[in-house]
């Protein structure tokens, strides 16, 4: 079955340092999305991303962040200049783009600012 | 206050119990979640409703959009249940292809042998 694959599984990154995640949204899926997992709360909504434009963004996704699709597979969070308090659980996400088309979720991306 | 809440927050249950977990949501929603996250952190989608029921092996998930309540129901309970489920919603606003998302806290569930 094919699968939204995330890297780097973990990273480890110096606060003010630039981090780029990525990931591989299934092949045929439209919609693309970052959500964030704080360790020990809820799961957020970052940033939606339909023909190669955001289409939504939460308050967390500010100046410092910012998405792109490069080619016609990848599509990556860019986290410029980072701090203690971006570490988290990165979830990119797709899905095909009608009302029912389930969300598929990578396994994640660990971020931890030192 | 929480747009989602979930209930329990922890549960503990034997190898072979039914076990049931809720999920209450205070806004309009066009579709509602079910999602399991593993230890390793994965998550993965169980169930995507907007009406009625749905089943697929040992699950059950349930929604009544008046009562703007869901459940989620394991029978016949497994040690490799054990996760934590998270319920999310979609807004009322947005029934479309967007799949905008607001989660609950999730329910760690543990199933002992």
């Known amino acids: 079955e094919p699968e939204v694959t995330q890297t780097p599984s973990h990273q480890v990154t110096q606060m003010g340092q630039e981090v780029i995640l990525r990931c591989v949204p299934i092949?045929?899926?439209?919609?693309f999305y970052w959500y964030r997992q704080i360790l020990g709360q809820k799961v957020e909504f970052l940033v939606s991303?339909?023909?190669?434009?955001?289409?939504?963004k939460s308050e967390i996704f500010d100046d410092q962040f910012s998405v792109e699709r490069p080619d016609g597979s990848n599509f990556t969070l860019k986290i410029r200049s980072t701090k203690l308090e971006d570490s988290a659980m990165y979830f990119c996400?797709?899905?095909?783009?009608?009302?029912?088309?389930?969300?598929?979720f990578g396994n994640g991306t660990r971020l931890t600012v030192t | 206050k929480n747009e989602v809440e979930q209930s329990p927050q922890n549960l503990t249950a034997q190898e072979g119990e039914f076990i049931t977990i809720n999920c209450s949501y205070s806004?309009?929603?066009?579709?509602l979640h079910w999602l399991q996250q593993h230890p390793g952190g994965g998550i993965v989608s169980l169930f995507m409703?907007?009406?009625g029921k749905k089943k697929h092996g040992r699950l059950i998930a349930t929604i009544n959009i008046q009562e703007k309540h869901s459940s989620l129901h394991i029978t016949a309970s497994h040690p490799r249940d054990s996760a934590v489920y998270i319920c999310?919603?979609?807004?009322?606003?947005?029934?479309?292809?967007?799949?905008?998302?607001?989660f609950g806290t999730g329910t760690r569930l543990l199933v002992s042998p």
């Open positions: 409703l907007s009406s």
């Open positions: 991303f339909y023909n190669n434009e955001i289409s939504e």
């Open positions: 092949s045929n899926h439209l919609y």
């Open positions: 806004v309009g929603i066009s579709a």
């Open positions: 999310a919603v979609r807004s009322q606003y947005l029934n479309t292809g967007f799949q905008k998302l607001v």
């Open positions: 996400a797709s899905s095909w783009g009608t009302v029912n088309s389930p969300l598929h």
